[in-house]
């Protein structure tokens, strides 16, 4: 019987592969991965901004969702991959398409997070 994973159980998923990227301070590992699990529910509520380093090294700014993703864009199969937790995906409202970041590479600055 498969279960779900509560939200602490993401969190620490999180924690766990960032951990693993950077070799940050365990502390340093757990506010960021809080600070997606609170990204992700406020995008699942609209559109949200936030900002990232690219691969490249260069921040971007995204104004991203979860929220009413527009039909057609689902994976086309019935059956879903695991989630990864090395990276985040959402629907980028500008580009009006979806975008992944690596989970290390967020930076949330709580005055700039707004909710549209």
Excluded: H
Aim: contains cysteine.
């Amino acid at each position: 019987m498969a279960t779900k994973n509560n939200f602490r159980a993401r969190v620490m998923k999180y924690a766990w592969q960032i951990w693993k990227a950077t070799k940050c301070k365990w502390r340093d590992c757990m506010l960021k991965a809080w600070q997606l699990y609170r990204l992700a529910k406020s995008m699942r509520d609209g559109v949200v901004e936030f900002y990232y380093f690219k691969a490249n090294g260069t921040l971007r700014k995204a104004l991203g969702t979860l929220k009413n993703v527009p039909a057609g864009v689902s994976l086309g199969a019935k059956r879903i991959t695991k989630p990864s937790y090395k990276t985040m995906s959402y629907f980028d409202v500008e580009k009006q398409a979806f975008r992944c970041f690596k989970t290390e590479n967020l930076i949330l600055d709580t005055s700039k997070t707004e909710v549209y």
